[in-house]
């Protein structure tokens, strides 16, 4: 009998609560090609950009839409036209006459035409006011245990990346932010020996804002003006630390309706875990088909104010060891991965030194 | 205030003082003498009257038969146990009895009009006795009711169930017509109606919550029911304030003869139960708690975020009885359930509920009595963060005062009335967000929320025409204010009611009326035996519902918004319409039903996309109102003989929305009919108990349904680097079928057999095959798939086996 009772514990300990997560199809027929319009701009002169696309397959890239016109508007000023600097990618372009030189408070607004006849406009918006300002960037280190799909335990170590903010004494609407982090690292080629002392180019890899979420905030929630604390980033410590690497973190006052359509978009991609989320539903933006109000126009064109911080970690302020991929090592024979002898073919790497390297 | 309490208790004095009758009673012998020879009315006849209790539970005795041998003559007793019996001046054997309780035989000598109170004791234990039903066989046939489900623990004690407790919610979803949108779901969904439709009763008293650790436990202590009546078709007149169903949850009264204690220990939970008499046969008390120690289980186990979680709950319950007389009753009431929840270091609930009731039990004479109630209930709610700079608290709550006044009336056997008055003030708390920490940077604030009154008067008469006919015919009038003080949002002429179009604010002083809603709501419902063992039951009800649950998500949270009718969120009104076939087999041996039913109900309550609800004072941009219409069939045949008992049912039911707004913002999927969330056409259950030997029972639960509606990606895209999925319309597409086998196994210890103490172990396995049902379908990346993909989370993802030991003396 105590055998049983010992058995049954046993079983009770190994299998209560084990969930388990599965990859589900849902076969869902795909009935996209819905316009998505994705631009930015700010106070200056640019570059500013706007991408056209359509809505893809699940797991397909979505699909550029070429040779369209299209005009920004300045609320009681001067226009300004995109000019397509590569397939479905449009620029705003300096012409004589026409120099860019957008201002902060000033509302703007979109119009497109497609090659179709269709055409399209967005809801006038305001390049807001830069009323907070980004004091510090910091990092700490700590180790994460996670399940992985066949149900072990794995340990490993991240680095989280942190701001400090302040709002400027004297703001308008306390204002409503969006933190993206862009990370540059340097990822130099194997420096074998040889009798001419080559020395191998060095790479700068971009991992771009976005992949891995973006943190918001509404200000108006907080009981200082100080902003302290706020987590924007964890990055797996890997090789890609093996070198100087770089966090920039930028800090973007949206609008009102920006900030709606960013939480939206960020409930719909990364709140969506349980049955006690909000379901997901699809995002509507700012933009609209003129001539048919009924289309379902994705995407957003949003004005905004960008504030820049960036600060490095060299692998002497991690702490963990890493065993670097390329570097060379005269003692033991080892194959080192393409990219030790081709740094360019890293995805999103440049020779390109960025200037702050 | 203090005036006012003065008042009612000199009321409560004079009415306790007028309604006690003299009583003459008293023993010569074995003989029982009621009067003298000197008292005997001209009419040489005298009204024998009283209650029919068993002393051992405190229960009431409904259906118990009163006999008087030597006149042939006899009646059984009614709802509140009470019978009567117009009787020639003499002596007689007066034979009370009831099934599974020992007959009591009383020599009577009466002269004058008496009562005498009976008690009837509980068989000796026996293993061979496994089913005790206190209603008539075909009681399933003869009711006048459509569509209601009474059950009692014992009935339920055999049913396989989760972590071995038995459980009030999880039994009635192998009824038909009664689910819910899955593991770990709030409340049930009873034929295709939200869980805020159900009216819940626990005691009488409102309940605002039904459900333990997210809804893996109901929030019943299983040792403090009697009994529970689940109206899903008609709805009598004297319940009403929601448009599905009544679940009536009876409790006990502490035993009045002797100290009785109860308890369980599980692998998770542990219980324990006291009831007795303070003052013997005149005051008892019965007091009761469950706990959990889950969080040992939690920290075992390797997924880290499970392992840094903690879930804990417990529930008490107070019962103090006190018998002023042989006509009056008074009873207190006292419970308080807590629950606890933190998912590793991301978020956490924390919820309360309570309720108080005072409940004067009064009868009248022999055909007349009279229930009156007052109910305080509360429920109050926190959704916190509990790390970082963010961290947060948010509170949210309503309570509520109710009276309720019933008067019974039961002029004979086959007619019995019910008429009087309800009156609920509701409360919400504001709605509160503060900082949680030291390090949080998170600022108070405070949203103001609505105060209402709902009065309700009824009057409900069912009666037995003839051998083949009988009606039951209601009328409820039912009314709703809108009280100050609050502030109502002024929207433009003619446009939607969004944020954008808010125009103006009126502030309203307190106590003034905002907005009032009046109503009937009409009931019938007509009987008609087909034969000795069958009958067609038809009914029609229309239901008013004045609060409602306010949610924006796929399944109930703790912090759904209670709110009551404004001019903006106006009440909700069903037409429910049932039609059923009952017939019994093999002298009620065999029980079985089929019934359809079709309910539309105007102003259902669904949210807007994205809507927020947290520390918003205007709800009704927030939400949108609509049509809802549900339709079904359900098939049930239970055995209730035999070694082998159980039941089978099957359920085809639609649950379907449609939202047709001035503007798309204000509309959903186009203005067309789509399912609600917890739609799921097909769900099949068969339940079913087998005694192996003498001692040991072996149970069984096998359930099957559709998957429930989901809103699935269709396509993707990008927006700053960023892919975002894009979505279906509503509920467009459905995750996978949900089916379920679990099994147990009850040993009574024979040992125990006839003593006081009896004790019995259930080993139980919960998801005997496995399966990995869906507890949620969420979207997340996978590998390198830049697209999130679903996944399909179960949290039961394995058979679950638990060791429960339950025991009482």
């Given at each position: 009998?105590?055998?049983?009772?010992?058995?049954?514990?046993?079983?009770?300990?190994?299998?209560?609560?084990?969930?388990?997560?599965?990859?589900?199809?849902?076969?869902?027929?795909?009935?996209?090609?819905?316009?998505?319009?994705?631009?930015?701009?700010?106070?200056?002169?640019?570059?500013?950009?706007?991408?056209?696309?359509?809505?893809?397959?699940?797991?397909?890239?979505?699909?550029?839409?070429?040779?369209?016109?299209?005009?920004?508007?300045?609320?009681?000023?001067?226009?300004?036209?995109?000019?397509?600097?590569?397939?479905?990618?449009?620029?705003?372009?300096?012409?004589?006459?026409?120099?860019?030189?957008?201002?902060?408070?000033?509302?703007?607004?979109?119009?497109?035409?497609?090659?179709?006849?269709?055409?399209?406009?967005?809801?006038?918006?305001?390049?807001?006011?830069?009323?907070?300002?980004?004091?510090?960037?910091?990092?700490?280190?700590?180790?994460?245990?996670?399940?992985?799909?066949?149900?072990?335990?794995?340990?490993?170590?991240?680095?989280?990346?942190?701001?400090?903010?302040?709002?400027?004494?004297?703001?308008?609407?306390?204002?409503?932010?969006?933190?993206?982090?862009?990370?540059?690292?340097?990822?130099?080629?194997?420096?074998?020996?040889?009798?001419?002392?080559?020395?191998?180019?060095?790479?700068?890899?971009?991992?771009?804002?976005?992949?891995?979420?973006?943190?918001?905030?509404?200000?108006?929630?907080?009981?200082?003006?100080?902003?302290?604390?706020?987590?924007?980033?964890?990055?797996?410590?890997?090789?890609?630390?093996?070198?100087?690497?770089?966090?920039?973190?930028?800090?973007?006052?949206?609008?009102?309706?920006?900030?709606?359509?960013?939480?939206?978009?960020?409930?719909?991609?990364?709140?969506?875990?349980?049955?006690?989320?909000?379901?997901?539903?699809?995002?509507?933006?700012?933009?609209?088909?003129?001539?048919?109000?009924?289309?379902?126009?994705?995407?957003?064109?949003?004005?905004?104010?960008?504030?820049?911080l960036r600060r490095f970690i060299l692998p002497s302020d991690i702490p963990v060891r890493l065993i670097p991929r390329c570097k060379f090592d005269i003692y033991f024979y080892r194959t080192y991965p393409p990219v030790c002898s081709d740094c360019i073919s890293e995805p999103n790497s440049t020779y390109l030194r960025p200037d702050y390297f | 205030m203090l005036r006012k309490i003065r008042i009612i208790c000199w009321g409560l004095s004079i009415g306790i003082l007028i309604m006690t009758p003299v009583r003459l009673i008293c023993q010569q012998d074995s003989t029982i003498v009621i009067g003298s020879p000197g008292m005997i009315?001209?009419?040489?006849?005298?009204?024998?009257?009283?209650?029919?209790?068993?002393?051992?539970?405190?229960?009431?005795?409904?259906?118990?038969?009163?006999?008087?041998?030597?006149?042939?003559?006899?009646?059984?007793?009614?709802?509140?146990?009470?019978?009567?019996?117009?009787?020639?001046?003499?002596?007689?054997?007066?034979?009370?009895?009831?099934?599974?309780?020992?007959?009591?035989?009383?020599?009577?000598?009466?002269?004058?009009?008496?009562?005498?109170?009976?008690?009837?004791?509980?068989?000796?234990?026996?293993?061979?006795?496994?089913?005790?039903?206190?209603?008539?066989?075909?009681?399933?046939?003869?009711?006048?009711?459509?569509?209601?489900?009474?059950?009692?623990?014992?009935?339920?004690?055999?049913?396989?169930?989760?972590?071995?407790?038995?459980?009030?919610?999880?039994?009635?979803?192998?009824?038909?017509?009664?689910?819910?949108?899955?593991?770990?779901?709030?409340?049930?969904?009873?034929?295709?109606?939200?869980?805020?439709?159900?009216?819940?009763?626990?005691?009488?008293?409102?309940?605002?919550?039904?459900?333990?650790?997210?809804?893996?436990?109901?929030?019943?202590?299983?040792?403090?029911?009697?009994?529970?009546?689940?109206?899903?078709?008609?709805?009598?007149?004297?319940?009403?304030?929601?448009?599905?169903?009544?679940?009536?949850?009876?409790?006990?009264?502490?035993?009045?003869?002797?100290?009785?204690?109860?308890?369980?220990?599980?692998?998770?939970?542990?219980?324990?139960?006291?009831?007795?008499?303070?003052?013997?046969?005149?005051?008892?008390?019965?007091?009761?708690?469950?706990?959990?120690?889950?969080?040992?289980?939690?920290?075992?186990?390797?997924?880290?975020?499970?392992?840094?979680?903690?879930?804990?709950?417990?529930?008490?319950?107070?019962?103090?009885?006190?018998?002023?007389?042989?006509?009056?009753?008074?009873?207190?009431?006292?419970?308080?359930?807590?629950?606890?929840?933190?998912?590793?270091?991301?978020?956490?609930?924390?919820?309360?509920?309570?309720?108080?009731?005072?409940?004067?039990?009064?009868?009248?004479?022999?055909?007349?009595?009279?229930?009156?109630?007052?109910?305080?209930?509360?429920?109050?709610?926190?959704?916190?963060?509990?790390?970082?700079?963010?961290?947060?608290?948010?509170?949210?709550?309503?309570?509520?005062?109710?009276?309720?006044?019933?008067?019974?009336?039961?002029?004979?056997?086959?007619?019995?009335?019910?008429?009087?008055?309800?009156?609920?003030?509701?409360?919400?708390?504001?709605?509160?967000?503060?900082?949680?920490?030291?390090?949080?940077?998170?600022?108070?604030?405070?949203?103001?929320?609505?105060?209402?009154?709902?009065?309700?008067?009824?009057?409900?008469?069912?009666?037995?025409?003839?051998?083949?006919?009988?009606?039951?015919?209601?009328?409820?009038?039912?009314?709703?204010?809108?009280?100050?003080?609050?502030?109502?949002?002024?929207?433009?002429?003619?446009?939607?009611?969004?944020?954008?179009?808010?125009?103006?604010?009126?502030?309203?002083?307190?106590?003034?009326?905002?907005?009032?809603?009046?109503?009937?709501?009409?009931?019938?419902?007509?009987?008609?035996?087909?034969?000795?063992?069958?009958?067609?039951?038809?009914?029609?009800?229309?239901?008013?519902?004045?609060?409602?649950?306010?949610?924006?998500?796929?399944?109930?949270?703790?912090?759904?918004?209670?709110?009551?009718?404004?001019?903006?969120?106006?009440?909700?009104?069903?037409?429910?319409?049932?039609?059923?076939?009952?017939?019994?087999?093999?002298?009620?041996?065999?029980?079985?039903?089929?019934?359809?039913?079709?309910?539309?109900?105007?102003?259902?309550?669904?949210?807007?996309?994205?809507?927020?609800?947290?520390?918003?004072?205007?709800?009704?941009?927030?939400?949108?109102?609509?049509?809802?219409?549900?339709?079904?069939?359900?098939?049930?045949?239970?055995?209730?003989?035999?070694?082998?008992?159980?039941?089978?049912?099957?359920?085809?039911?639609?649950?379907?929305?449609?939202?047709?707004?001035?503007?798309?913002?204000?509309?959903?999927?186009?203005?067309?009919?789509?399912?609600?969330?917890?739609?799921?056409?097909?769900?099949?259950?068969?339940?079913?108990?087998?005694?192996?030997?003498?001692?040991?029972?072996?149970?069984?639960?096998?359930?099957?349904?559709?998957?429930?509606?989901?809103?699935?990606?269709?396509?993707?895209?990008?927006?700053?680097?960023?892919?975002?999925?894009?979505?279906?319309?509503?509920?467009?597409?459905?995750?996978?079928?949900?089916?379920?086998?679990?099994?147990?196994?009850?040993?009574?210890?024979?040992?125990?057999?006839?003593?006081?103490?009896?004790?019995?172990?259930?080993?139980?396995?919960?998801?005997?095959?496995?399966?990995?049902?869906?507890?949620?379908?969420?979207?997340?990346?996978?590998?390198?798939?830049?697209?999130?993909?679903?996944?399909?989370?179960?949290?039961?993802?394995?058979?679950?086996?638990?060791?429960?030991?339950?025991?009482?003396?």
């Amino acid at each position: 009998m105590k055998k049983f009772q010992i058995i049954i514990w046993m079983a009770l300990i190994h299998f209560a609560f084990t969930g388990c997560v599965e990859t589900i199809d849902f076969s869902t027929d795909w009935n996209g090609g819905q316009l998505v319009v994705d631009g930015r701009i700010s106070a200056g002169s640019g570059p500013f950009f706007l991408s056209l696309r359509q809505t893809a397959p699940i797991e397909q890239k979505s699909l550029p839409v070429s040779g369209a016109k299209i005009i920004l508007e300045e609320q009681a000023g001067p226009q300004y036209f995109y000019a397509e600097q590569e397939e479905g990618e449009y620029v705003l372009e300096n012409k004589p006459g026409s120099i860019v030189d957008l201002k902060e408070g000033k509302a703007y607004s979109v119009k497109i035409e497609l090659t179709d006849g269709r055409r399209y406009a967005s809801h006038q918006e305001i390049i807001p006011l830069g009323w907070a300002k980004m004091d510090s960037v910091y990092f700490d280190f700590e180790e994460l245990e996670v399940l992985n799909s066949i149900g072990n335990v794995i340990k490993y170590w991240v680095v989280n990346v942190y701001i400090d903010a302040h709002l400027l004494s004297g703001a308008g609407p306390r204002p409503t932010l969006r933190w993206d982090v862009e990370e540059v690292y340097k990822l130099s080629e194997t420096d074998y020996p040889d009798p001419f002392g080559y020395i191998p180019p060095s790479c700068y890899v971009y991992v771009y804002p976005g992949s891995e979420g973006f943190q918001m905030l509404d200000t108006k929630e907080l009981e200082s003006t100080k902003i302290q604390g706020i987590k924007v980033a964890t990055q797996r410590l890997d090789n890609r630390f093996d070198e100087k690497h770089y966090f920039n973190v930028y800090q973007t006052t949206l609008t009102e309706k920006a900030y709606t359509y960013w939480s939206q978009l960020r409930q719909t991609i990364f709140e969506v875990g349980t049955i006690f989320d909000t379901p997901p539903a699809p995002v509507e933006g700012n933009l609209f088909n003129i001539d048919n109000p009924e289309e379902q126009v994705l995407g957003y064109f949003e004005t905004v104010n960008v504030d820049t911080l960036r600060r490095f970690i060299l692998p002497s302020d991690i702490p963990v060891r890493l065993i670097p991929r390329c570097k060379f090592d005269i003692y033991f024979y080892r194959t080192y991965p393409p990219v030790c002898s081709d740094c360019i073919s890293e995805p999103n790497s440049t020779y390109l030194r960025p200037d702050y390297f | 205030m203090l005036r006012k309490i003065r008042i009612i208790c000199w009321g409560l004095s004079i009415g306790i003082l007028i309604m006690t009758p003299v009583r003459l009673i008293c023993q010569q012998d074995s003989t029982i003498v009621i009067g003298s020879p000197g008292m005997i009315s001209s009419s040489k006849r005298a009204l024998l009257r009283g209650s029919i209790t068993n002393p051992t539970s405190g229960e009431v005795i409904f259906g118990a038969t009163v006999f008087v041998k030597s006149l042939g003559i006899g009646t059984v007793s009614n709802e509140e146990g009470s019978y009567a019996l117009l009787l020639p001046v003499g002596t007689y054997e007066i034979a009370y009895s009831s099934i599974g309780l020992d007959e009591q035989v009383k020599k009577v000598m009466i002269y004058t009009d008496g009562v005498l109170d009976i008690g009837l004791l509980e068989r000796a234990f026996s293993l061979e006795e496994v089913v005790v039903r206190h209603k008539a066989g075909d009681h399933n046939v003869a009711d006048v009711k459509v569509g209601a489900v009474e059950l009692s623990i014992k009935e339920i004690g055999n049913i396989p169930s989760f972590m071995g407790e038995t459980d009030v919610l999880n039994s009635l979803q192998t009824l038909p017509g009664v689910s819910s949108i899955g593991e770990g779901a709030r409340g049930i969904n009873v034929r295709g109606g939200k869980i805020d439709q159900n009216l819940v009763l626990f005691g009488g008293a409102p309940l605002l919550n039904t459900s333990h650790a997210l809804g893996l436990f109901s929030v019943f202590n299983p040792d403090v029911v009697e009994k529970f009546i689940l109206y899903k078709g008609s709805v009598p007149a004297q319940f009403g304030g929601r448009v599905s169903s009544v679940l009536d949850v009876a409790t006990r009264k502490g035993d009045f003869g002797q100290w009785n204690f109860k308890g369980g220990i599980g692998p998770v939970m542990s219980k324990f139960m006291a009831e007795g008499p303070i003052v013997k046969n005149k005051t008892s008390l019965l007091a009761a708690g469950r706990a959990t120690y889950s969080n040992w289980l939690l920290k075992s186990l390797e997924r880290p975020e499970i392992r840094e979680s903690r879930a804990n709950f417990s529930d008490w319950n107070g019962i103090l009885s006190h018998k002023v007389n042989a006509q009056n009753t008074l009873t207190f009431s006292f419970y308080k359930s807590w629950d606890y929840f933190r998912y590793a270091g991301e978020f956490g609930y924390e919820w309360d509920t309570q309720l108080t009731g005072l409940h004067w039990q009064s009868i009248l004479n022999s055909k007349f009595s009279s229930s009156t109630r007052f109910n305080a209930g509360l429920y109050k709610s926190l959704l916190f963060e509990p790390e970082g700079t963010r961290a947060f608290n948010f509170r949210t709550g309503l309570k509520y005062k109710q009276l309720n006044q019933d008067f019974f009336w039961n002029p004979n056997p086959t007619h019995i009335v019910h008429f009087g008055m309800e009156a609920t003030e509701y409360q919400s708390l504001p709605d509160q967000i503060g900082p949680r920490g030291e390090s949080s940077g998170i600022a108070k604030q405070q949203v103001q929320r609505d105060k209402g009154r709902q009065i309700g008067w009824y009057g409900n008469d069912e009666i037995t025409l003839n051998s083949r006919l009988a009606v039951s015919v209601g009328l409820r009038i039912s009314a709703y204010q809108h009280l100050g003080a609050d502030s109502v949002f002024l929207y433009e002429s003619g446009k939607a009611i969004l944020e954008e179009n808010l125009m103006d604010t009126l502030i309203y002083r307190k106590g003034s009326v905002i907005k009032s809603f009046v109503g009937l709501e009409p009931r019938v419902s007509i009987r008609y035996r087909t034969g000795s063992t069958s009958s067609v039951k038809l009914s029609y009800n229309r239901n008013r519902q004045y609060l409602h649950l306010i949610s924006n998500t796929t399944a109930s949270t703790p912090v759904d918004i209670w709110q009551g009718s404004t001019s903006y969120i106006p009440p909700q009104v069903s037409d429910n319409y049932s039609l059923g076939y009952f017939r019994n087999f093999g002298n009620n041996a065999v029980e079985t039903s089929i019934e359809v039913f079709y309910r539309s109900t105007d102003k259902v309550v669904d949210y807007k996309n994205f809507a927020r609800f947290l520390l918003n004072n205007h709800l009704e941009t927030e939400v949108l109102s609509g049509l809802g219409k549900a339709y079904g069939l359900e098939v049930f045949v239970k055995k209730n003989e035999g070694r082998w008992t159980g039941w089978l049912s099957y359920t085809f039911t639609r649950s379907l929305l449609k939202i047709a707004g001035q503007i798309p913002a204000t509309t959903v999927n186009r203005g067309n009919w789509y399912p609600s969330n917890y739609d799921k056409p097909h769900d099949v259950t068969i339940t079913s108990s087998y005694q192996l030997s003498k001692s040991t029972f072996w149970g069984l639960n096998f359930t099957y349904n559709t998957g429930r509606p989901i809103t699935a990606i269709i396509s993707s895209y990008e927006i700053n680097g960023v892919v975002v999925p894009h979505y279906s319309e509503r509920n467009a597409y459905r995750i996978k079928d949900y089916y379920r086998l679990d099994m147990s196994l009850t040993i009574y210890g024979k040992w125990l057999v006839d003593r006081k103490y009896r004790g019995n172990f259930t080993l139980s396995v919960f998801n005997l095959l496995s399966r990995k049902n869906a507890f949620s379908v969420y979207y997340k990346k996978v590998d390198n798939i830049q697209v999130p993909q679903a996944v399909q989370l179960s949290i039961l993802g394995s058979f679950l086996p638990a060791v429960s030991y339950n025991f009482s003396f």
